[in-house]
């Protein structure tokens, strides 16, 4: 697969399909899922990531010049102005088909995923209403942001991870100095309480000390290569705007080196979970590692990227074209549902490898 073959495969099957199959244009909602048999949504729920990250894929639809894409993206937006925001400013979490919302903690993931959403959306003011409502109702009195509101534990880096792709996609948009520096307070708990010698925790106490079994702890290797991407954008991102970087270098090439030693195998399948020693935890695994390999590739390593993209598209064989086959576990778990919120990852990873015009 070549990256121009991937960028067809998603603008003329991919979201075609999903703009008539995964779209509730009646109830003004997206589909959490699709049946590869049938093409029918399964699940009897719907979510507010699933909303955040469709409107991502659809406002890259729109300028990419897919047909109803625009309309999609506008359904999208309405839905979180509309259906999923709460009076005190927060935004609900899930949601019955009729859209009601169900009663669950505030989510400070997506949370993150709603500012992702309004900042490629080009909602200025509700970016800026959101990342007020995040450091308002879940800023953490120690350091970085609650998990949750109510606050549960444990702590995780993921919700911090996907807080700063969605400000760096509102800073890069908007130029919104808020933006920028929320950036640089990620990154720099980044560098002094998430990351660690061997390798990002995924599970912290309180204080984001990392939750520890038998002296190691749980790490994700397709999130080591998330960060390494964002870690990129961040110095891209802030050098363009004028601003001091922080030097990450080492600790991004690092977890690099550590997710491929330990977490990749020969034929180029990610695992889920590892251990902090190097041990292999889960090796089930789904697409989303494979797409964010895909990307730390882009950055780092160019003559690994052809590889990383054939193996993504393993993925996509045996089911209807747009679709996906979402879990490995020795092999293709056949059968499933194909999730809506994986279209984001892959829609961002098959962006990321499109020649630049410089």
Known sequence: MTPEGAMEWLCVRTMPLWLEHGVDWKAGAFHEDLDPAT?????????????????????????????????????GVAFLRHQARRPDGGYAS????????????????DHAFVLLAFAHAGERAAALE????????????????CESVPESLPRR?????????????????????VFLDRADTIVGLFLDRLYQPEG????????????????????????????????????????????????TQAQAASLMQFAERHGVSADGIVA?????DGRVH?????????????????????????????????????????????????????????????????TCAILEIQPRVT
């Open 282 to 346: 889960e090796a089930a695994t789904r697409v989303w590692p494979h797409t964010e390999r895909l990307k730390a590739l882009s950055r780092t390593d160019k003559a690994g990227q052809g590889p990383a993209l054939d193996t993504m598209f393993r993925f996509f064989e045996g089911v209807p074209a747009g679709l996906w086959t979402e879990r490995w576990d020795g092999g293709f778990v056949r059968g499933d549902a194909s999730p809506a919120s994986t279209l984001y990852h892959i």
């Open 157 to 177: 880096q993921n919700p911090h991870m996907h807080l700063l792709e969605a400000v760096l996609a509102a800073a890069e948009r908007f130029g919104e100095v």
């Open 39 to 75: 093409l029918a949504p399964r699940a009897t729920f719907r979510r507010l990531r699933v909303a955040a990250r469709q409107v991502y894929v659809f406002a890259a639809g729109q300028r990419l010049g897919v047909a109803r894409a625009g309309d999609a993206l506008e359904l």
């Open 130 to 145: 959101v990342m007020a409502t995040i450091d308002t109702m879940f800023g953490h009195p120690a350091c970085g942001w």
């Open 200 to 247: 990002l925790p995924e599970y912290f106490d309180d204080a984001l000390v990392p939750v520890r079994k038998a002296g190691c702890f749980e790490l994700e290797p397709g999130h080591h290569h998330e960060w390494v991407w964002l870690l990129d954008e961040y110095r891209r991102i802030s050098a363009a705007a004028g601003r001091p970087v922080r030097h």
């Open 272 to 276: 889920g979970v590892l251990w902090s």
């Open 94 to 109: 899930r949601f019955d088909l009729s859209g009601q919302p169900l009663e669950l903690p505030l989510d400070l993931y």
